[in-house]
């Protein structure tokens, strides 16, 4: 079995307090940007969320976290929703939001062009397939896109 890296061990900490408080982990990102690091998670559940619960997340895993040590350097704790246009990462997302409208943007540009919109007609095999506004189904491997995001938000998509 593969070591554990470090956003798995912080959900393996934090799923059972956000599960207690009707939450679900959308995703978990530990990133740096310029000199600091950012420990970013991102919760979710049907109804949405409010400030209070980003709240109260963030109160029940500060002291978890800070006993479990997961993570060595210093970082900012971050916890919010993955908004309206959010990002598609994991295969359950995919799987989800099947029939959507989404915006996906390439690593490197396919014919000249980089950001892709349409419906997300199919995911199987780590291969995003979208229905384009002309009809054409292009697929994607989900390694070579930069980010997935849902796109013309509506509240049906959330139910």
Known sequence: MAKPNTVQKV???VKPFAE??????????????????YLRIFIDRE?????????NLTHAVSKPLDEADPIP?????EVSSPGVERE???????????????????????DGVRDFGGTLEKYENKTIT????????????????NFVKLDDFD?????
């Open 11 to 13: 959900e393996e900490i």
């Open 20 to 37: 207690e408080l009707g939450l679900d982990i959308w995703d978990i990102t530990f990133k740096k940007e310029g000199s600091d690091w």
């Open 47 to 55: 109804e949405g969320i409010s400030i209070d619960d980003c709240v």
């Open 73 to 77: 350097q210093k970082y900012m704790l």
């Open 88 to 110: 598609l990462t994991r295969d359950a997302h995919f799987e989800k939001y099947i029939g959507a409208s989404v915006t996906l943007r390439t690593i490197r540009p396919i």
């Open 130 to 145: 979208v229905k384009l506004a002309d009809g054409r189904e292009v697929s994607f491997d989900k390694k070579e896109t």
């Open 155 to 159: 509240i049906n998509d959330f139910i």
